[in-house]
């Protein structure tokens, strides 16, 4: 009997700490809502809406909420599940946005993202590089990209290529100097074959963006 009321105690206990947590996140979940609504804004979305849904679940070590994340990406669309978003170029703005407004808070010292530019155009890959230099402000950033509008951002670049050795692929990663940073932009606006005008391209987007 005693150990019952001790139970019945720390269960009461429990379900009030889980009420004044469900009080906190809902709190929080307005703040973060607008930040990240911000943040869409400026990565080419119309009118973006991003919601923080709190909604009850069984009691556990972890509350008694269960957070869905949702989104409207463009102006008439409904709300979404966040998991349910398609394209594979929205869901990378979506994931940067998160991160650029979560990475003060979250404490991370490094922030990797890969083929953030996967499905934009131009345009929106400065904005995304624009970004992702504003999150290296306070977190190292390491991105693979194929866009040299977000490669002419970074601060350094490192080359990673595949080669064959002793009939095994290998992968080796160089550390590239200043002429190094212009070709590789410069075959990432034009190609195979690099044209000086292509060099001359390169070599301004990254005077431009330091």
């Known amino acids: ?3 019952e009321r001790q139970i019945e105690r720390k269960q009461q206990e429990m379900e009030k700490i889980a009420v004044e947590l469900s ?13 990240i609504t911000e943040v869409l804004a400026t990565l080419q979305f119309n009118e973006p809406i991003f919601k923080v849904g709190c909604e009850a679940k069984e009691l556990s070590p972890k509350g008694a909420d269960q957070i ?12 979404r599940p966040l998991h349910q978003i398609a394209s594979g170029g929205e869901m990378s703005r979506v994931m940067l946005a998160l991160r650029s407004v979560m990475n003060t808070k979250s404490g991370a010292n490094t922030v ?3 083929e953030i530019d996967a499905g934009v155009s131009g345009g929106t890959s400065e904005k995304i590089g624009i970004k ?3 999150i290296s402000d306070t977190a190292q950033v390491l991105c693979i990209t194929h866009s040299p509008q977000i490669a002419s951002l970074a601060d350094t670049h490192l080359l990673i290529r595949k080669k064959v050795t002793d009939s095994r692929a290998e992968s080796e ?5 200043e002429s190094g940073r212009v070709s590789e932009i410069a075959r990432i606006i034009g190609g195979v074959s690099v044209t000086e005008t292509q060099r001359d391209a390169a070599r301004e987007m990254i005077e431009n963006n330091q």
């Open 23 to 35: 009080q906190l996140r809902v709190q929080a979940a307005r703040k973060i809502e607008k930040e």
């Open 173 to 177: 990663i160089e550390e590239l100097d």
């Open 112 to 114: 990797v993202f890969d």
């Open 132 to 134: 992702l230099k504003e």
């Open 1 to 3: 009997e005693k150990l």
């Open 68 to 79: 869905v994340f949702q989104i409207r990406t463009n102006v008439g669309e409904a709300l």
